[in-house]
Every structure is written in structure tokens, then in C-alpha cells.
């Protein structure tokens, strides 16, 4: 299958030095890269050095392609909605590997930063390949496809879970489970249940996201490899 290619606005570091690290900003269903990329501006005062980049999803959820997703959702069977993260999971793989190469960064550096369908695609590529992103802060998202995580698991980056308490998409279960069998596996986990909160960011949810980043940033939490294995891309 030939590789996606995907585009979207771009920061480059608030230092107006040569950047540092790279953070991927992964929207959600229904959106694009211009709204998530809002965060570069509160990222960015915890990482001065680092640039930011906001694909927009390569795929459309609606006729009149007025809004974008990653990978189909809805009532299908769980060997599709693999197939379509794993599509999804790839372009996502190549959009990094070529920002990364622009900057000289090493994939250590990269941050991938999702919300809503975005976290779960971050979620499900920053395990699958080493080596792989240095963070993960992942906002109101889930673990999709937990059964097969162990056996395909390749690297260990930090992860942030934010979910707020009432949120009415995604419900925060998924953010326990996903708690739990990260944890289980030798995840470095940081979690933030906003009490009251739906499916949205708040000005905690974003300082959290922002002290993560910044501990990543200056080597507090280190993203290790597991075990040596293929990654699921190598020969796309």
C-alpha cells in the first residue's frame, strides 16, 4: 500500500533556536490540525526549544468532507477498525519520520500528543515501533485493541492520561483500563481525572500536559525498549 501523506500547520521553536524536541499534535474526529495546534502556545512556554507540527487527518467521516478522521468508528467488526488504526498508524509513522529528519531529531525527541480519537491513534503507534516517541500525553482518548498489546508492545514511552470524570463520549473506564494494563506491562503512567469535566481540555488539563512535557523535555522521565521485535511498518 502506498504511503499517506499527510500536512498540517507547523510552529517552530519559541526560542527561535534550532529545535530540541518535536511535539506531534494528533487531533480528534470532527476536527483538523489548526485546532489542536492551539496547544503550541501553552506547550510551548514549558519547551521553549521545541518545534510542533499538527497533521490533519488524511481521511473525511462525511460526504460533504467537512470533517476529518483518522479511522472509521461505528458499529464494524474489531478486525476493521484495526485495519483502518493500522492504516492510520502508518501515515501518522511517516509524517513523524520526515519532520524529525527535517529537524535532525532522534525519535526519542518526538512527543506524541493526541485528543479524543487522536490519543487513541497516539496510543496505539507509540508502542508498536523502536525507537519510538519520547512521550505520550494523552487527552480523553483509550487503549484500542489491549488483547494484543503485550505481544506487539516494541518500546516505552511515558504516558499522561486527562479524562474528565463526566465525560459523556468517551467514558472514563477506558482511561482506568488503559491505566491498568500499561502499568501492568512497565508503562511510566501519570494520570489526571478532572472531576466534572466532559469531553474537552481545561486550563489544568493543559498545565498538566505542559509539566509532562517539560520532565520529558529535561530527561526526568526516559522512554525505554522493551524487547527487539519488527516494527508493524517496516515494510511499508
Sequence with gaps: ??????????????????????????HGLGSDGADIGVLAEPFSRALPNAAFAAPNAPFFADPDRTTRQWFPIGDMPVARLHAGMEVAAAALHGFVEAERARLGLGAPAVALAGFSQGAILA??????????????????GALIGDSRFA?????????????GTEDEVIAPAYAHSAERVLQALGV???????RGLGHGLDEACIAAGAAFLADWAD?????????EGPSPWAAT
Design 219 to 227: 530527561g526526568t522521565l526516559v522512554a525505554a525498549a522493551p524487547r
Design 123 to 140: 496510543l496505539w503507534a507509540a508502542f508498536r515501533h523502536a525507537p519510538g516517541p519520547g512521550a505520550v500525553p494523552a487527552y480523553a
Design 188 to 194: 511510566p503512567i501519570r494520570a489526571l481525572f478532572r
Design 151 to 163: 505481544a506487539e508492545l516494541r518500546w516505552k514511552p511515558p504516558v499522561l492520561l486527562v479524562y
Design 1 to 26: 500500500m502506498a504511503r499517506i501523506a499527510l500536512d498540517g500547520p507547523r510552529r517552530g521553536p519559541a526560542s527561535g533556536r534550532a529545535a530540541k524536541q518535536l511535539v506531534i499534535l494528533v
